[in-house]
Structures are given as C-alpha cells and as structure tokens.
C-alpha cells in the first residue's frame, strides 16, 4: 500500500471520531516481549508528553519496541511527522528530507465509532511519513528503531502556522544500551 494510500485510509476511519484511554507505562506486545508506552498529547500549539513539561524531547532507544499514543486535545486539525531535514516549499514548511520511520515495520491501532457502534481497526506498513488528526481524535503507532536512526529527530506538525507557532518537539533517538 502507497503511503498515500496509508494516509487516505487513516483520515478516512479517523474522520468518523476515534476512541481510547491513556496509556503511559512498561507492558507487553501480544507476542509477549517488552513494549515501552508513551502518550503525545497534541494541542494549540504544542506536543507534550503526559507528565512532562512542554517542550520536553521525546527521548527513544533504537532496538526497544514502542506503543506511541498521540492525543489530539485541540480544537484544531494536527499532523505528525517525525523526521529530519525540514524542507521548505515556498518560505513555509512542507515535509522532512528524511523520515524517521523511513523502512520501519509500523503497526497503527486505533478504535472508530461507526454509527453507534465501536469498531476497532489495525494497519501494518513498511514506513510512515504523516498522521492526520482531528480534534478529539486518538491513535497509537507500534514501532521498533533499527540502530541506524540514532541521533537527532524533530517531531512537528506542518498544517500551515503551526510550526511557526511553535508545534515541533525535538526527538533523540539512543544507541542500545
């Protein structure tokens, strides 16, 4: 599947409204290994973590499975992207030259309200370049960092304003301990 195609079909299920609780802790994957939890608050113009100052890195080991939440609390529409290498398109921010999760097995998990009924949805790609989120919306992406990513990321979202208002977080990415 495209990444287009990916986003397409995302915005589609996500448009309807999604559903989740927070999550931030230490679990377990369903195959049983070690899975390190994190919940991405999204809002007017800021990413946070849940228990952290705002602007506070998002600190991640390359080799360790992750479940990142993101959470927009806005009123707004917000992307995420998680790259380097921001490239502009005429004076304003469009895309990175390199996305962190470039190659990388993603799993994107996520609940919907259809009509009345909640209904649960789960999409694996190779790669993701950008996440759409409405207001009220909830979505958590599964990923493992291969060794080569080490060093410094941004996650920002790009919808026109909002990084120059500030909505980017810087990410480091460590060597495994």
């Known amino acids: 599947m ?17 559903v989740r609780g927070p999550q931030v802790s230490l679990g377990e994957t ?5 899975v390190s939890k994190i919940e991405v608050l999204l809002g007017e113009y800021f990413f946070q973590m849940e228990d952290r100052a705002k602007g ?24 995420v992207l998680l790259g380097r290498g921001l490239v502009r398109a005429g004076g304003k921010p469009a895309r990175y030259q390199k996305s ?6 993603v799993e994107v998990e996520g609940k919907t309200v259809v009509g009345d009924k909640l209904r649960a949805f789960e999409v694996e790609a190779e790669g993701l370049e950008e996440l759409e989120l409405e207001p009220g919306v909830e979505l958590e992406i599964e990923f ?21 208002a500030g909505m980017r977080l810087p990410v480091v990415v460590e060597g495994k301990r």
Not at 2 to 18: D, I, K
Not at 30 to 34: L, R
Request: aromatic share 8%.
């Open 100 to 105: 962190l999760l470039e190659g990388v097995p």
């Open 56 to 79: 506070s890195p998002l600190v991640l080991q390359a080799g360790r499975k992750y479940e990142i939440e993101f959470v927009n609390m806005g009123s707004e529409l917000h992307e």
């Open 144 to 164: 493992t960092l291969p060794a080569d990513r080490v060093g410094e990321w941004e996650l920002a979202c790009l919808v026109p304003g909002h990084y120059e």
């Open 2 to 18: 495209s990444r287009f195609a990916l986003v397409l079909v995302l915005f589609l299920l996500l448009a309807v409204g999604c």
């Open 30 to 34: 369903a195959e049983g290994g070690p």
